[in-house]
């Protein structure tokens, strides 16, 4: 399945995220792509919200990895510093897939690693606007 949408604001975004939310459970992975600014830690902050987080959810950028309580464990992680599939390994993602929902930033890197269960969603700038392709 493939849907696009264009999200002219936050508060699109923010009825995306609230949309998504209730379709997804333990095991789920979403594979975020899409060039810097395009919205992807905007869109995982609004996510882990409605799917019960309540602490600030920040970029992991920096660390890679960060976790959170909601409906599950939720994981949101940026590889974008990493520069090897070995590193990806390192991270143990395999291991990491089964008991949490996996959000992951930049996702490339791991393409290989990714499961078969895993929401591509791609984000890009067009015109004024962002839009969003969902596969699943
Ligand atoms: N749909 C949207 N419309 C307008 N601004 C948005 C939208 N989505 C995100 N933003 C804003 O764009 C900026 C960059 O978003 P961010 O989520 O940090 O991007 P990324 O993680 O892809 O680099 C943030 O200030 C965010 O609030
Ligand atoms: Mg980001």
Redesign the pocket.
Same mark, same amino acid.
């Given at each position: 399945m493939q849907e696009e949408r264009i %999200?002219? &604001? @936050? =508060? =699109? /975004?923010i009825t995306f995220a609230k949309e998504l939310a209730p379709k997804l459970k333990e095991g789920d992975v979403l594979a %975020?792509y #899409?060039? %810097? #600014?395009? #919205?992807? /830690? !905007?869109? /995982?902050?609004q996510l882990c919200k409605f799917l019960g987080v309540r602490e600030n959810v920040s &970029?992991p950028s920096y660390v890679l990895m960060n976790e959170y309580m909601g409906i599950c464990i939720i994981r949101h992680l =940026?590889l974008y510093r990493l520069d090897a599939a070995e590193e990806v390994l390192e991270l143990g993602l395999y291991d990491l897939y089964n008991d949490a929902i996996t959000i992951i @930033?930049w996702p490339e890197i791991a393409d290989g690693m990714l499961p078969e269960n895993t929401i591509h969603i791609y !984000?890009e700038f067009i015109n004024q606007?962002?839009k969003v392709t969902i596969k699943m």
């Open positions: %999200l002219k &604001s @936050e =508060d =699109d /975004t %975020l #899409g060039e %810097l #600014g395009t #919205g992807k /830690t !905007f869109f /995982t902050q &970029s =940026d @930033e !984000f606007n962002r």
